[in-house]
């Protein structure tokens, strides 16, 4: 029932944003924009989908370096498949594919792989959150929209840079950190306190397994090279809406993105698949790009070339990641549903000493 009641509030989330994001245009005009795409473009921009894939592989494989060695081929199965899964699986339960996937091909527990996640997605909020703010300077203050904008920015810096400083307060004092938690949340429910508190426990125990500083560096380098791309990338497939694609005679207005602009976007669109939506992330993405484009286009362009862009853009990016990881799927000799359905029976192995499947 409670997971029916969620489902139900993310597609109500996610219809909500697909309204906002398309009240002001209609099918035709979309039709119009898509038809004077010119989609050579999407030749680049999916090999910038596919560097960004090796990126955040690479930087998987250095964060879990002081833990084991893991080989490429065995990372990469894990982190396409993974990927995929948190794609097309609700309610983010996909989060859970990767660590439960490398535990399967390392002697890496699914708690500590579990933890690299939680660092990825915190170095990724602040790395993103003080682009943002750098970025924003560089925007008239008198742009309409930016004041949103701006807020959101700082949402970020207090969400991720939060869940830093508590992980940060757990590594220098554990037993404290776990009291803490058993005295505030356990003021309003002891069982969730418990839950917390053992969650704190073994995060912090992984977090003292943090790769050499060597490896910790290339972490860094590939998250810098995983956004500078995907920023590029974006810069890349706008210019798919630049009108030559369009036919003879007919009337088009272009559509441009400078780098510097689609840095911004891509950091707007970063806040606004935060928010909790129906799989695959329609709607909120949509609503982003809009967002994001609004402040540099007028909006007779956003909604035209704006939302085509919005379209092609998540087309490209999920058809990436749900092919990357069919393809890794069949390399590992497993189906969808029974890697879903072997993720389900060892969902509550917190300790990650999962049984190796005989075609794993």
């Known amino acids: 029932m409670k997971r029916a009641v969620n ?38 921009y999916f090999l910038c989908l596919t560097a960004i894939h090796v990126f955040r592989t690479l930087r998987w494989g250095s964060l879990l370096s002081g833990l084991e060695r893991v080989p490429f081929r065995k990372l990469n199965e894990a982190s396409g498949i ?10 983010r339960l996909g989060e859970f594919a990767r660590p439960f996937l490398i535990a399967q091909r390392s002697s890496i527990r699914r708690s500590a792989a579990m933890t690299s996640v939680v660092l990825e997605r915190i170095v990724d909020g602040l790395f993103v959150a003080a682009l943002f703010r750098v970025l924003l300077f560089f925007v008239p203050v008198e742009t309409e929209g930016v004041r949103y904008v701006k807020l959101g920015s700082w949402l970020m810096f207090g969400v991720f840079g939060g869940g830093l400083v508590f992980l940060l307060l757990g590594l220098w004092h554990q037993e404290s950190t776990v009291r803490l938690v058993r005295a505030t949340v356990g003021r309003f429910s002891p069982g969730i306190a418990e839950k917390v508190a053992d969650v704190v426990d073994t995060f912090v125990g992984a977090m003292r397994q943090l790769p050499d500083g060597r490896h910790i560096a290339l972490f860094f ?38 780098l510097f602009q689609s840095y911004i976007v891509m950091c707007v669109l970063v806040v606004g698949v935060m928010i909790p939506a129906a799989p695959g992330m329609v709607g909120t993405f949509h609503a982003a790009i809009k967002v994001g484009l609004g402040l540099f286009l007028p909006a007779a362009v956003v909604n035209a070339h704006g939302l085509a862009y919005a379209n092609v853009l998540w087309l490209c990016q999920t058809a990436q990641q749900v092919i990357f990881g069919l393809v890794l799927l069949s390399i590992s000799h497993m189906s969808f549903r029974e890697l879903a359905g072997n993720m389900k029976k060892d969902g509550g192995d917190g300790d990650g000493a999962v049984t190796r499947s005989p075609v794993a």
């Open 7 to 44: 489902l139900i509030a993310s597609l109500l989330v996610t219809a909500a944003f697909m309204w906002w994001a398309f009240r002001d245009t209609d099918v035709s005009t979309q039709i119009a924009s898509l038809k004077a795409a010119n989609y050579a473009w999407v030749l680049p």
């Open 82 to 91: 993974g990927f995929m899964m948190l794609l097309v699986l609700p309610f």
């Open 221 to 258: 380098l590939y998250t810098v090279l995983y956004w500078a791309v995907n920023g590029l990338g974006m810069a890349l497939l706008a210019r798919a809406f630049d009108c030559s694609g369009a036919a003879p005679g007919v009337v088009c207005e272009p559509m441009s993105l400078s």
